[in-house]
Nanobody, 114 residues
Framework: QVHFVESGGGLVQPGGSLTISCTAS????????MTWYRQAPGKERTFVAT????????NYADSVRGRFTISRDNTKNTVWLQMNNLKPEDTATYYC???????WGQGIQVTVSS
């Protein structure tokens, strides 16, 4: 069964940094692109970043490009999202997802506040 578990969220001050991770199981992780999404209170879930399976090519939403970095380790079935220079508008629940699968993890809360 396809499963995603996000971890590493928390409270951080504006301008700070945080790295969240997602461990996947139930499918061939090394052959699937992975994506991070986020959902702020009262808003729709939106795309944040994606990374391809083998070449590791990445793409980012305009709102996070230059501040966030997505990476992966296929030996650990894990994808990370390093977030720098965080802003209050980055506050959201963050979700990872295999591009080819409809399943979602439980999400992890990231709050940016002083």
């Amino acid at each position: 069964q396809v499963h995603f578990v996000e971890s590493g969220g928390g409270l951080v001050q504006p301008g700070g940094s945080l790295t969240i991770s997602c461990t996947a199981s139930g499918f061939d992780f090394s052959r699937n692109s992975m994506t991070w999404y986020r959902q702020a209170p009262g808003k729709e879930r939106t795309f944040v970043a994606t990374i391809t399976a083998q070449s590791g090519d990445t793409n980012y939403a305009d709102s996070v490009r230059g501040r966030f970095t997505i990476s992966r380790d296929n030996t650990k079935n894990t994808v990370w999202l390093q977030m720098n220079n965080l802003k209050p508008e980055d506050t959201a629940t963050y979700y990872c997802k295999g591009v080819a699968y409809p399943n979602w993890g439980q999400g992890i809360q990231v709050t940016v506040s002083s």
